[in-house]
């Protein structure tokens, strides 16, 4: 084991750093950070109505397996990038390596925004269903103010994934492993509960029926639907498939990392495409009362409390809440190191406390300073439009989120590309293929991006007789800022001192063991 560890030390130092993070994590534990992250428990349920709304059925049995086969793709050109440049940085680092700072910059800021927008949005999530299942236990607590009551609930479980984080820096992994076992059992629970508990189940062929209810078009064919509705339905599976870059910046943690680090990316998204989609089948076949859900705007849990009795329908929510809590203390794990891996560099205001490590090398400062920007972020989960309980402008989040994480990982896939057979591949490589997969994972983020910046209702189409600011998309304007924000600072000021990676280990000093 201990040449194992000074073989990480050494390919660490070789990229300019010394071993600071404790190394204690084993490649399943690297690979159930992502798995955790992607959660199967969190994103199929509480993202479900995106697709139910957007095309239907079709857009989730057929739309999973297809946009998960991209998402794989480009799960297969980060894990190449990964296995030659394991470092906390990950994604910003690959970038500013095979680039300019420029490119770095970019990556770096977009990729440490998107973090913490999953962050907060998967935290937002787990309090919106443990909001659900505590109010199946007091009628009191049902009747009050549903978005008070989610966002005190969000705030608490912030906390708690900040003080885990902090003060169980060698429990992390434990639970990371756990995490892993609790959304296959879970999952496996709740398949078993929706096969075996409704007294009737839809046909194979509801599987392919087609719904309307985005509000756009005339209805369930023509160009509008096919071009617009049903694509906005496939962002269910873009955004549940996502933050699988927490292999890389957990990487610096990991034994063996230029491999088990590549290999835990991958696989994270393999087996939570399959799962995801036996999960996601057994909704739609326990989805007998189709008004029933329509009405509650495509919410999952009316199919759960239409086709199953009082005590079932609960324990499905208790699974998926407790599964979006493991999920929501991986992604503070992941942004945290991304934030210290960043600040490292100097790219960050306050970069000397940010990049501070404590006694136990766990960088308590950044976990702090990224679990509060989160919260920051989620106030406008506060308000909702009048007669609703749907903080749209807390959607504009869950959008910065997905993007920032995507157009991150554009940026080094297509310097990869352009390096060509310049590039020193680490010991997990795509070899030739590198070419034709990475083409597909940039046309694929491209049209995606393109897609979550469209308005999701016609009442938040500027020009529209129904126009309104609160059925706005918000994702274009502040994803817009960011990037304006982003460039300004660029032009103006860090382009003349900031110069990428830091070298914070001498060229020719040899690393040590780390116990």
């Not at 046909?203 to 078009?217: D, K």
């Not at 599976?237 to 991958?266: K, M, N, P």
């Not at 600011?469 to 900031?498: C, D, E, K, M």
């Amino acid at each position: 084991m201990a040449q194992t560890l000074d073989d990480d030390a050494r390919r660490l130092a070789e990229l300019g750093y010394k071993q600071e993070l404790a190394r204690t994590w084993s490649g399943f534990s690297n690979f159930a950070i992502s798995f955790s992250i992607i959660s199967i428990l969190a994103g199929c349920f509480t993202t479900f109505s995106q697709a139910w709304n957007n095309g239907g059925p079709l857009a989730i049995s057929v739309g999973w397996p297809l946009i998960s086969a991209f998402i794989l793709i480009i799960g297969f050109c980060l894990a190449e990038l990964v296995s030659a440049y394991p470092t906390a940085g990950g994604i910003y680092w690959w970038a500013a390596k095979l680039g300019r700072p420029i490119h770095g910059w970019f990556t770096g800021w977009l990729n440490l925004i998107g973090l913490i927008g999953v962050t907060a949005s998967v935290d937002y999530g787990c309090a919106t269903f443990l909001n659900i299942t505590i109010g199946r236990f007091s009628d009191g607590w049902a009747r009050g103010d549903a978005l008070r009551q989610t966002f005190l609930l969000f705030a608490i479980v912030l906390v708690l994934h900040a003080l885990i984080n902090i003060f169980s820096h060698r429990l992390i992994s434990i639970l990371q492993n756990v995490s892993v076992w609790w959304h296959v059992f879970g999952a496996a629970a709740v398949v078993l509960i929706l096969i075996f508990g409704p007294s009737e189940h839809q046909s194979v062929g509801f599987l392919f029926e087609r719904f309307n209810n985005s509000g756009f078009g005339s209805g369930d064919s023509g160009p509008t639907f096919w071009l617009y509705v049903l694509p906005l339905g496939f962002l269910l599976t873009q955004y549940t498939i996502t933050g699988f870059d927490a292999c890389a910046h957990v990487s610096e943690e990991t034994h063996g990392a230029a491999r088990t680090a590549a290999q835990g990316l991958w696989k994270s998204i393999f087996y939570s495409a399959i799962g995801g989609w036996i999960l996601l089948l057994s909704f739609l076949f326990a989805a007998t009362d189709v008004d029933a859900v329509n009405k509650e705007g495509g919410f999952v849990g009316a199919i759960f409390t239409s086709s199953l009795s009082s005590t079932l329908a609960t324990v499905i929510f208790g699974i998926s809440t407790i599964g979006q809590f493991f999920c929501g203390m991986s992604c503070v794990t992941s942004m945290s190191r991304m934030a210290y891996a960043f600040s490292r560099d100097g790219a960050v205001p306050g970069w000397r406390l940010w990049s501070r490590v404590d006694r136990n090398r766990t960088p308590v400062n950044a976990i702090i300073a990224g679990c509060a920007v989160a919260l920051l972020i989620t106030l406008p989960a506060l308000y909702a439009p009048e007669g609703t309980t749907t903080p749209v402008a807390f959607l504009a989040v869950v959008s910065i989120a997905v993007i920032g994480l995507y157009l991150a990982f554009i940026i080094p896939i297509w310097l990869r590309l352009r390096a060509g057979d310049g590039f020193q591949p680490g010991p997990w490589t795509l070899g030739r293929k590198y070419k034709v997969l990475g083409w597909i994972s940039v046309i694929e983020i491209a049209v995606i991006s393109v897609y979550f910046v469209l308005p999701i209702a016609p009442a938040g189409v500027p020009g529209n007789e129904d126009f309104t600011w609160t059925s706005v998309n918000y994702a274009p304007i502040a994803v817009g800022a960011v990037l304006l924000g982003i460039a300004l600072w660029w032009t103006l000021s860090a382009r003349r001192w900031f110069t990428g990676p830091r070298r914070t280990v001498d060229e020719m000093e040899e690393p040590k063991p780390v116990a």
